[in-house]
């Protein structure tokens, strides 16, 4: 399997500082758990990929890390979650502030039905970020630029979003959760319904934006989990195996299971 230069050179960068952390994090679904004890740190400015078979726990485990399984009455979250050391469980914490720290691109495109404007500005207005028109107008440029897309709709910025192609949605998508600045991008199975050129420039985008956004990413895809990750953590049956940087889960990993996995065995 390729890897495409995602892994760095430079050894110091497996200390990289650590902004959100797992501890013994446990998932129940009324009475059926999904989670078991997970331990995992996110390293700053890092992509972090998460794999494994369908139902085995990676996207219940995406969804705590900024509460949105909060809206499922019957989910229990159990063990202790992090951004900056800051418990996120904390029931005095608001979870509004907490989704533009973390924010979230869902595995299906789901622009607002408004304008192309209107949806990069709709966070920015809500948590009173901008003082004026002029200032609006200049998150919204750099927020469509840092997405890829600026050259793109600039000219129809008023034509809705929904307009757009599948990749371009997409893309808008991950332009209206950075507009806010958020410090931390989740991605649920980003390229899921995106075409293979589509898929490439959202990956391609993904490498761009750890510069600015530590990214955590659950894909369906081993191969772009390769392309895009620098660590990579592997989950089966709600337990996460194991997690090390993504060139040697990839080639050498440490449980048999992951192994398995790897080389098709199942999954």
């Known amino acids: 399997m390729v890897m495409n230069g995602q892994q760095d050179e430079n050894p110091a960068r497996d200390f990289a500082r650590v902004k959100m952390q797992a501890e013994k994090v446990t998932v129940f679904y009324g009475d059926a758990r999904a989670l078991h004890d997970v331990d995992l740190d996110i390293r700053e400015h890092t992509v972090t990929a998460l794999i494994g078979p369908s139902g085995c726990g990676k996207s219940t485990f995406l969804r705590c890390l900024n509460r949105m399984n909060d809206v499922i009455d019957i989910c ?119 075409d293979p050129i589509a898929t490439a420039r959202i990956e391609e985008l993904i490498d761009e934006l750890r510069a600015n956004f530590t990214i955590v990413i659950v894909t369906h895809s081993m191969q772009q989990a390769a392309r895009v990750s620098q660590r990579t953590g592997f989950f089966h049956l709600g337990e996460l195996v194991e997690v090390g940087n993504t060139d040697q889960i990839f080639t050498n990993p440490d449980d048999q299971r992951t192994q398995d996995y790897i080389t098709g065995r199942f999954g």
């Open 76 to 194: 229990r979250v159990e063990g202790r979650i992090t951004l900056d050391g800051e418990d996120i469980n904390t029931p005095s914490l608001d979870t509004v502030h907490l989704r533009a720290r973390v924010g979230m691109v869902f595995q299906k495109p789901n622009p607002f039905p408004k304008s192309i404007y209107d949806n990069v500005a709709y966070g920015p207005r809500i948590h009173g970020m901008t003082s004026g028109k002029s200032e609006l107008d200049e998150m919204v440029e750099t927020s469509l630029e840092k997405a890829g897309l600026w050259k793109e709709v600039r000219d129809r910025l008023d034509e809705p979003g929904t307009g757009l192609s599948g990749g371009q949605q997409q893309r808008l998508c991950i332009a209206r959760s950075i507009a806010v600045n958020p410090e931390v991008i989740l991605m649920d199975e980003p390229c899921s319904s995106l």
